[in-house]
């Protein structure tokens, strides 16, 4: 694929909005760099309160040293605040500690942009002078045209909507039923046989029929079996710990992954509430495998919220929230890319 080239503002806002599939609202957005080369791209939501902007600075520079290529960064900062003739940019402060704390880790702010409703401008910008430019602009950007021909899109926000689920008409009663089951068959067999399963539905190319959907449920409320069944989506060999925290060598299946998330989606329409806590983390997962973390915060609340319980999303919740990066989008042979989203300098 060829090698897409950043050129001006537009064409930064329009790889950043292609990259997290959404426009960013009151966010900071920072791009890490390898000489030429775009490395990982991180968005936070600005702080709320004056006063912490080191430990908000100290933080983000803690999730950006985790691409270890990383030599410079450029950041936006989006945000509907506008300042009053004569006043200093908005998070002007918070950017001048981010500016310390990256340095302490050997990384240097290449650029800066100051991203408004209407307007983007350089951040350092000389106050008495105009140099904001019409956000309009970027649909006239030769990266934005080209990764919407090559079949990407920008969403409005970056809110997860899940899909209508029809509770009146859960398939609760068939759910336990197939649990009793699974749980009088022997442990091994129990998962060769759910991995049978899940093997034939992610080789599909249309969702499962009502039993199997019924049964993928079932399977993901043990466990033993749900760790298992995750491990297998990406397609790659490995240990089974090494494969959810995405730190095998191997390139994830990404298509599989793609497809995975769907089936899912689709067995979340088809569960209870008691029963799609399992189903919206391991969403959570594939959201941070293909580097959407803030997605994968949002599968991990809804999940909490249908069991404030479930151990495995509160645990992967403070995983994620302390900025721990998948492996595999620490390294351009692996990582995901959107549709669409090739090479980058």
């Not at 520079?61 to 290529?69: F, H, S, T, V, W």
């Not at 240097?108 to 942009?113: E, F, Q, V």
């Not at 941070?288 to 999303?313: C, T």
Request: proline content about 6%.
């Amino acid at each position: 694929m060829e090698t897409l080239t950043i050129k001006t503002p537009a064409d930064v806002l329009s790889f950043i909005g292609h990259t997290l599939g959404f426009w960013p609202h009151e966010s900071l957005v920072c791009i890490t760099i390898d000489t030429n080369r775009i490395g990982a791209t991180l968005r936070v939501d600005l702080p709320k309160h004056d006063g912490g902007e080191l430990a908000y600075a100290r933080t983000v520079a803690g999730y950006l040293a985790n691409d270890p290529k990383a030599t410079s960064a450029l950041f936006a900062v989006y945000t509907s605040t506008s300042p009053a003739a004569g006043d200093p940019k908005p998070y002007a402060a918070m950017v001048a500690a981010l500016t310390g704390a990256l340095a302490e880790r050997d990384i240097t702010i290449r650029d800066g942009l100051l991203v408004g409703d209407e307007t983007v401008s350089p951040f350092d910008d000389d106050p008495g002078l105009s140099g904001a430019l019409p956000l309009a602009m970027i649909d006239s950007s030769e990266i934005n045209a080209e990764l919407v021909y090559r079949g990407s899109a920008v969403a409005p926000t970056g809110r997860v909507t899940l899909p209508a689920s029809p509770k009146e008409k859960a398939t609760i009663d068939d759910v336990e039923a197939r649990m009793e089951t699974i749980r009088l068959t022997r442990d091994h067999r129990a998962i060769e046989q759910a991995r049978t399963l899940w093997a034939d539905i992610l080789e599909s190319k249309t969702h499962p029929n009502d039993e199997q959907t019924v049964a993928l449920i079932a399977n993901f409320q043990f466990p033993a079996i749900r760790d298992q069944l995750m491990a297998d989506i990406p397609g790659v060999v490995g240990p089974m710990e090494r494969i959810l925290l995405a730190q095998t060598p191997d390139k994830p299946q990404w298509s599989r992954v793609t497809w995975a998330e769907e089936v899912l989606l689709h067995a979340y329409t088809h569960s209870s509430t008691k029963h799609s806590a399992p189903l919206l983390t391991a969403i959570a997962y594939i959201s941070w495998w293909e580097g959407r973390g803030s997605k994968a915060h949002q599968y991990l609340e809804l999940a909490l919220e249908a069991d404030p319980a479930y151990r495995l999303a509160k645990l992967s919740d403070q995983l994620i929230g302390n900025g721990m990066i998948a492996g595999w989008n620490m390294d351009k042979n692996t990582a995901y890319r959107m549709r669409g989203l090739g090479p980058t300098d």
